[in-house]
């Protein structure tokens, strides 16, 4: 599974895994500074239960780091993955 970095508008990014031209994941946030505002996560219906979620998050945690960026959890999914694992630590806002 290929995710894609597309720029969705002034200062907003995503990470989007698109088939047959349709969007079947995506992980959204505003850059403000340093700083990864993440604000919405999409897996579909057909996809969920296959950890997309969280392959879309560690490609933004990944991607936070290569950039030496810091992550604000707002999107409800985010909230919950930083609080249960500690691999997010380190990009924390």
Sequence with gaps: ?????KETG?????????KDNQTLGEITWTLLGDVM????????????GQGVAKKLLDQAAEFAREK????????S???AAFEQSDQYEDIKA
């Excluded at 030496?68 to 999107?75: F, P, S, T």
């Design 1 to 5: 599974m290929e995710f894609q970095l």
């Design 10 to 18: 002034h200062d907003a990014y995503a990470f989007v895994y698109e």
């Design 37 to 48: 505002v993440m604000d919405h996560t999409f897996v579909s219906p057909t996809l969920r």
């Design 68 to 75: 030496d960026y810091k992550m604000e959890a707002v999107c």
């Design 77 to 79: 999914y985010v909230v």
